[in-house]
């Protein structure tokens, strides 16, 4: 029975991710937490991996249909793939299972659900569709200009934090990095945001994920078991999505990934 509670957890956060793009990691890993009651290290590790498999069918299918701005993802690739090492590093030293490594997890996760719960309230109520297409419309206007960032240097950072973030606690490639693209790249067009989100996420999560494979902190079964569920899940939620209430689903998650961050900073 639980083996099937795990597919059908993989299923319901396929389906979540299919219907508003929402990180999986952002939901998978406080699951995986506070419902199996999985140690933070194997969830973190786990759904490193997840997220990385689950992502690269997207990225293949959004490069096909010429959406990803690669000199973007190299830019934030950049930043984040060697900070990604160093906190490998940092994670071998401490040893991912003691004490003091699962408290740092823990309240580096729940304050990354935080973020994550603003980034999203952020974009469902200022990024109205009405407002996205007038954007998308003038940004595409611009022509090559658009993957251009305010200063070359700010994706460079921003990736090195978000590369941290992610490997730390699995969360912050999603919801908060669209927002930050949207912030860094102000005349990229949001397809172009979203692909270019997408797309830097799989190395990313793929290098922190064998990284922690490395450190005995990814549970191999389990991990075929969500991914048995999601993929199914996003294919459904991806053919649903145009008859989905987005505002309201994100405003609902966004209050319940609220309510997770603020449990796991006060553990």
Known sequence: MHD??????????????????????SLMTPVLIFFFGVKPHLAIGTDLLFAAFTKMGGTVSLARQGLVPWRVVGLLCAGSLPAA??????????????????HIMTTTLGVALLLTAAAMLYKAFVFSPARQAAERASRQQQGDAADRPRHWSLPVLLGAAIGTLVTFTSVGAGAIGVTVLLMVFPLLPLPRVIAADIAYAVPLTLVAGLGHATL???????????????????????????????????SALSVLLAWAGAKLVLI
């Open 4 to 25: 099937l509670a795990f597919v059908f957890a993989g299923f319901a956060v396929g389906l979540i991710v299919g219907l508003t793009g929402v990180g999986g990691g």
């Open 85 to 102: 090492v160093l906190a490998l590093w940092a994670l071998r030293s401490i040893g991912p299972a003691t004490a003091t490594a699962q």
């Open 216 to 250: 005995g902190s990814v549970d191999w079964p389990l991990l075929l078991q969500l991914l048995a569920g999601s993929l199914p899940g996003i294919w459904l939620g991806s053919r649903l999505v145009t008859r989905a209430p987005e505002r309201l689903i994100r």
